[in-house]
């Protein structure tokens, strides 16, 4: 089956009210995070940032399908020596707007370049959130699940009797009394930390994210032939991974270089996916 890639000049707030409803399965996104990227994307101050991402968040639940999943990839900063809460402060707005807040996947990177602040760390994780319309939406477990390893036998070996044993899980989650039977397998379902190192071929973007991040969630949230969106496409990576992945996508960049280069690398493109 031949795919089709959809990008587009402009900024997101408008271009998207251009797709129809309900056509989307996956948005996988990471839009300029507060005070950043000035050079390239001006800069959003925190206490402006909800302000300017509602209106996108708005078309963005408008033309995911009902079994659709949003993952937005966003970052709290540091101001004046603590945490801001915009992060937070979106999620609630986003709950008002219709939004069910899913889960929270945590990207660990395994090569983050160290630093020291007078009064913390260098972070070395981003977050992940998990938006959908209902509690009902596609997903495909088995398409993420990793090898067993090792470890397992001899945790098995070290456990009492009473540690073998739980209670019927009272919240669906499936995990039955005999522990072994989650254990003794070669595949098992993956936690809601991915460790995955940050991008270096970057294509002279400033914040472009690993392959791996997206192809994940691809993998996770659709199948063959749907569709995913990413609304601020920047270096394309969520484009090229659905294009490899025979996944339909619509990316759209408001700055023309990033735009064209784009344009340029992805084949075949066909500028009118949906009319």
Same mark, same amino acid.
């Given at each position: 089956? /031949?795919?089709?890639? =959809?990008i587009?000049?402009?900024?997101?707030? @408008?271009?998207?009210k251009?797709?129809p409803?309900?056509?989307v399965?996956?948005i996988?996104?990471?839009?300029? #995070?507060?005070?950043?990227?000035?050079?390239?994307? %001006?800069g959003?101050?925190p206490? /402006?940032?909800?302000?300017?991402?509602l209106?996108?968040?708005?078309e *963005?639940?408008?033309?995911?399908k009902?079994?659709?999943?949003?993952?937005?990839n966003?970052? @709290?900063?540091?101001? $004046?020596?603590?945490?801001s809460?915009y992060v937070l402060?979106?999620i609630l707005?986003?709950?008002?707007?219709?939004?069910?807040?899913? @889960?929270?996947f945590?990207?660990?990177?395994k090569?983050? #370049?160290p630093?020291?602040?007078?009064?913390?760390f260098?972070d070395?994780?981003e977050r992940?959130?998990?938006?959908?319309? %209902?509690k009902?939406?596609?997903?495909y &477990?088995?398409e993420? +699940?990793?090898? +067993?390893g =090792?470890?397992?036998k001899?945790?098995?070996?070290?456990?009492?009797d009473?540690? /073998?044993k739980?209670?019927?899980?009272k919240?669906?989650? !499936?995990?039955g009394k005999?522990i072994s039977?989650w254990?003794?397998r070669?595949?098992?379902?993956?936690?809601n930390?991915l460790c995955?190192?940050? $991008?270096?071929?970057?294509?002279?973007?400033s914040?472009?994210?690993?392959? %791996?991040?997206?192809?994940w969630?691809?993998?996770l949230?659709?199948?063959?032939?749907?569709?995913?969106?990413?609304?601020? +496409? !920047?270096? %394309?990576?969520t484009?090229?991974?659905? &294009?490899?992945?025979?996944r339909?996508?619509?990316g759209?960049?408001?700055?023309p270089?990033?735009?064209? +280069?784009?344009?340029?690398e *992805?084949?075949?493109?066909k500028?009118?996916?949906f009319?």
């Amino acid at each position: 089956m /031949k795919v089709k890639t =959809d990008i587009r000049l402009g900024d997101c707030r @408008e271009v998207l009210k251009t797709l129809p409803d309900n056509v989307v399965d996956l948005i996988f996104t990471s839009p300029p #995070y507060t005070d950043q990227r000035k050079n390239t994307y %001006g800069g959003i101050h925190p206490d /402006k940032y909800v302000e300017w991402f509602l209106p996108v968040s708005t078309e *963005l639940l408008r033309v995911l399908k009902p079994t659709g999943t949003f993952v937005l990839n966003i970052k @709290e900063k540091v101001v $004046e020596g603590e945490r801001s809460t915009y992060v937070l402060e979106l999620i609630l707005e986003m709950k008002k707007q219709g939004w069910l807040w899913t @889960e929270e996947f945590i990207w660990y990177k395994k090569n983050c #370049y160290p630093g020291k602040w007078p009064n913390r760390f260098r972070d070395s994780w981003e977050r992940l959130l998990q938006f959908n319309k %209902g509690k009902k939406f596609n997903m495909y &477990q088995e398409e993420v +699940m990793v090898p +067993m390893g =090792d470890w397992a036998k001899s945790r098995l070996k070290k456990l009492s009797d009473t540690d /073998k044993k739980r209670d019927e899980s009272k919240v669906g989650s !499936g995990f039955g009394k005999n522990i072994s039977n989650w254990l003794n397998r070669d595949r098992v379902y993956p936690t809601n930390v991915l460790c995955l190192a940050t $991008e270096c071929n970057n294509k002279n973007h400033s914040a472009a994210f690993p392959e %791996g991040l997206p192809e994940w969630f691809l993998k996770l949230f659709t199948q063959s032939g749907d569709t995913v969106l990413d609304p601020f +496409m !920047g270096s %394309g990576t969520t484009n090229f991974v659905a &294009q490899r992945m025979n996944r339909n996508s619509i990316g759209i960049e408001i700055l023309p270089e990033y735009y064209n +280069m784009v344009k340029a690398e *992805l084949e075949p493109v066909k500028l009118v996916l949906f009319e």
